[in-house]
């Protein structure tokens, strides 16, 4: 079976350091991969989606990068965190191809930007 | 394609009755939908699907229904439990697309 996982589960920064936030598939291969962000109470806010290897989409303009460097794995970073970016970050994957494959979700990171 | 950022509407029912959240969709080309149920601190989880060419679905407990007409989705809880308390989330997927959407969210608590 797949599973997903994220860590850390909880990071506390000061404003100005950087991040990084790694995310790990198993069980499946050539996934699609998603990071998104969850402010308090909000819905979730797609920020990077990635369909291989070095293949990354951006959908919103800011200060988070994110890189796939293997195919089972995704990593959202930061050069210098902004207070904006405390949330929720979730990593979540997808089959590839097919007609209708829903998202599995990871356990989720909290950022608290200082 | 960004969330809203708004309060989170609350539904509250009764323990033993049935819950229905709504959701209403912005892209009639929309082809895929699915509901996912947030427990607080977890990440979503699957609850339902649906594709554009059904009008309604059923799993345990749950019953999706599709309205494209006036882009409405909502999903039926029968016999709320405690553990049906968190933040559901419809979420469409544009045209065929590998992206989706999420909705601003509902937040479901069941009353003892």
């Known amino acids: 079976s797949q599973t997903i996982h994220q860590w850390p589960a909880t990071l506390v920064q000061p404003v100005g350091s950087p991040l990084s936030l790694e995310c790990t598939v198993e069980?499946?291969?050539?996934?699609?991969l998603y990071w998104y962000r969850q402010a308090a109470g909000r819905g979730l806010q797609l920020l990077f989606y990635s369909v291989g290897i070095g293949q990354i989409s951006s959908e919103v303009p800011q200060n988070l990068s994110a890189s796939r460097p293997q195919d089972r794995q995704f990593i959202l970073s930061s050069k210098k965190l902004l207070l904006s970016d405390s949330g929720f970050y979730l990593c979540?994957?997808?089959?590839?191809?097919?007609?209708?494959?829903?998202?599995?979700f990871g356990p989720g990171t909290r950022l608290t930007v200082l | 394609g960004e969330s809203v950022g708004l309060h989170l509407p609350t539904l509250s029912v009764q323990e033993g009755d049935n819950s229905i959240i709504n959701c209403a969709y912005s892209n009639s080309a929309s082809d895929y939908f699915i509901w996912y149920k947030q427990e607080s601190g977890k990440g979503p989880q699957f609850i339902i699907d649906i594709r554009s060419n059904m009008d309604k679905r059923q799993g345990q407990r749950v019953t999706v229904l599709l309205n494209k007409t006036v882009k409405h989705l909502s999903l039926q809880i029968a016999a709320t439990q405690p553990g049906d308390s968190a933040v559901y989330f419809c979420?469409?997927?544009?045209?065929?697309?590998?992206?989706?959407?999420f909705g601003p969210g509902t937040r479901l608590s069941v009353l003892p």
């Open positions: 979540a994957w997808s089959v590839q191809g097919g007609s209708y494959n829903e998202q599995f």
């Open positions: 069980g499946t291969s050539n996934p699609n």
């Open positions: 979420a469409e997927r544009w045209d065929y697309g590998q992206n989706f959407v």
